[in-house]
Structures are given as structure tokens and as C-alpha cells.
């Protein structure tokens, strides 16, 4: 490859949510995404994922600033937090709705587990039962009547519909890319996701998926139990006429009992450890940089 025809250098990112302290498998993920675009003098951008207004704390972002910075990473300023943008996804969302791939759900939580309960072949998927589309059987009156009379909702992806929608614009089936392998589209495993509801103005899966195209992301590194939800992420993708970055998923970084690090478990935060006299090369070691 000449120097003319030189491939567009890496841009990956790390996005946090500041609902806690950052553990060893934030460090992994964050150092990953940094080597990535090391390879190429690529751009590593950070990004604060902070919709969760009633678990996100202004001082975990402070403390994830902290953490990154003493692990020896640096990242380009201002940093793209998400509450701040709240009108993108509002845009993206009235794209999808003009499409005719969403609709209202009003379930509760406490409806969806009985209806489950009852059924004896509800379909599983990787993150527990899914969703057994009952709005998506109401009529377009039982919708509207239901919306008039003030019932919260939340604005959920019609699955079958989207992908009808989503195969016609892309001519046919289409892929996406995991460690230049390609992957087959096909988001069934997770149902007819949840994209906004009204105590969040956007779901992770929309937000990340404008976000990444937003911020010129090509390469999004993450860990494996994200597999899934790449499928409806490269599906938003096709909806939206967004690009497609590639993905690697990476193994997670698991606790002494074999269970995944997190936060609600208590798994020990980087400030402990620092604390404890471990250095930024003490925590690439032990995450296997």
C-alpha cells in the first residue's frame, strides 16, 4: 500500500458510565482501546455516558478523569458527555418513528414478568427473557386512546419490521465486522429492545450508536457481553444511514470467584488498589498488558 492509499488512522474510544469507581476491567477496557490507536498513531477519544441521571454522580466523573490520568492515558478535550446531547438522539429517534419501526409500549415491568411467568415458551436471549411484544399487538386506536389518557410509555423497536426496512435500504442482508471477521446480522436474540422511556430520553443501545458515528469512532473495542447488542447496534446503523466501525470484543477481566468485575459486586476500585501501593505498570500487569 503506497503512502497515497494509507488507510484513515484508528479512532477508538472508552466510555464510561460515572455510577462508580473504575475497577481493573475499566483499566483493561481503556488501555485496549489506547494500544488500538496507538498502532496506527490512531485518536483515542474518552466519553462520559451519563443518561442515567438518577445513578450518575458528578464526582465519579472526576474520579474517572483522575483514574485514566494517573493509568498514563490522555484523550482529546472537550469530552462528549452524553446528557449534554440529548437532541441528537431526539433527532435519531424522529428518524426511526418517520420509518414506522417504532412503537409505544406501556407495560410495566411488574405486567412484562407476570405475562413471561405465564407463558410456557417465552423466548430467552442473552440477557434473560425477552420482551414477548404485547403492545406491539395493540391497534392503532387502543394506542392512541392509552396515550391520551396519559398512561407513561416507553418507545420500543419493532424488530421484524426494522430489519424488513433495514434489508431493503441495504439492498439485502447485511454484516458487520468483529476482529475482521464478519458477522451476519441478525439481532433476534434480544427482541424488540427498548430505545427511550420516560425516565431516560434515550436507551445505551441508540445513544452509543449516534454517538460512535457522531464522533468518527472506526474502531469500537469492548468487552464480550456486548456481542449482542452489536447486532442492534448494526441495524440502528442501517436505519439511520449511519457507518459501520469495526468491533473487536475482548475477554472480560474476571474476579478470584470467576464472576465478572463490578461495581455492585464491590469488586476493588483503582483508587483502592493505588492506595494499596500499585502502580500504573502493577495494573497493566495484572490485566495482561
Given at each position: 500500500m503506497t503512502k497515497a492509499q494509507k488507510r484513515p488512522a484508528t479512532v477508538t474510544r472508552f466510555a464510561p458510565s460515572p455510577t462508580g469507581e473504575l475497577h481493573l476491567g475499566h483499566a483493561y477496557a481503556a488501555l485496549l482501546a489506547q494500544q488500538a490507536a496507538e498502532r496506527d498513531d490512531g485518536r483515542f477519544l474518552l466519553r462520559i455516558e451519563d443518561i442515567d441521571a438518577g445513578r450518575c454522580r458528578p464526582e465519579f466523573v472526576a474520579g474517572i478523569r483522575e483514574d485514566l490520568r494517573w493509568l498514563g492515558l490522555r484523550w482529546e478535550e472537550p469530552v462528549r458527555r452524553q446528557s449534554e446531547h440529548l437532541t441528537d438522539y431526539r433527532a435519531a429517534l424522529d428518524k426511526l418513528d418517520a420509518l414506522g419501526v417504532l412503537y409505544p409500549c406501556f407495560c410495566t415491568r411488574k405486567e412484562i414478568a407476570e405475562e413471561i411467568a405465564s407463558s410456557p415458551s417465552?423466548?430467552?436471549?442473552?440477557?434473560?427473557?425477552?420482551?414477548?411484544?404485547?403492545?406491539?399487538?395493540?391497534?392503532?386506536?387502543?394506542?392512541?386512546?392509552?396515550?391520551?389518557?396519559?398512561?407513561?410509555?416507553?418507545?420500543?423497536?419493532?424488530?421484524?419490521?426494522?430489519?424488513?426496512?433495514?434489508?431493503?435500504?441495504?439492498?439485502?442482508?447485511?454484516?458487520?465486522?468483529?476482529?475482521?471477521?464478519?458477522?451476519?446480522?441478525?439481532?433476534?436474540?434480544?427482541?424488540?429492545?427498548?430505545?427511550?422511556?420516560?425516565?431516560?430520553?434515550?436507551?445505551?443501545?441508540?445513544?452509543?450508536?449516534?454517538?460512535?458515528?457522531?464522533?468518527?469512532?472506526?474502531?469500537?473495542?469492548?468487552?464480550?457481553?456486548?456481542?449482542?447488542?452489536?447486532?442492534?447496534?448494526?441495524?440502528?446503523?442501517?436505519?439511520?444511514?449511519?457507518p459501520s466501525p469495526s468491533y473487536l470484543h475482548h475477554d472480560l477481566i474476571l474476579g478470584e470467584s470467576g464472576q465478572r468485575l463490578s461495581k455492585r459486586d464491590g469488586a476493588k476500585a483503582l483508587r483502592t488498589l493505588r492506595s494499596e501501593g500499585l502502580g500504573p505498570l502493577d495494573i497493566r500487569r495484572l490485566v495482561g498488558l
Open positions: 417465552a423466548p430467552h436471549g442473552p440477557d434473560g427473557l425477552v420482551y414477548p411484544g404485547t403492545c406491539r399487538r395493540l391497534s392503532a386506536d387502543e394506542r392512541l386512546a392509552k396515550m391520551e389518557s396519559g398512561a407513561p410509555y416507553a418507545l420500543r423497536l419493532d424488530l421484524a419490521r426494522a430489519m424488513a426496512v433495514a434489508e431493503h435500504k441495504a439492498g439485502g442482508p447485511f454484516s458487520w465486522t468483529d476482529a475482521g471477521t464478519p458477522i451476519a446480522c441478525d439481532p433476534n436474540a434480544l427482541g424488540d429492545v427498548v430505545l427511550a422511556r420516560k425516565d431516560s430520553p434515550v436507551s445505551y443501545h441508540l445513544a452509543v450508536t449516534v454517538d460512535d458515528a457522531l464522533q468518527g469512532v472506526t474502531l469500537v473495542t469492548r468487552a464480550k457481553d456486548l456481542f449482542f447488542a452489536t447486532h442492534i447496534h448494526r441495524l440502528l446503523q442501517v436505519l439511520l444511514d449511519l
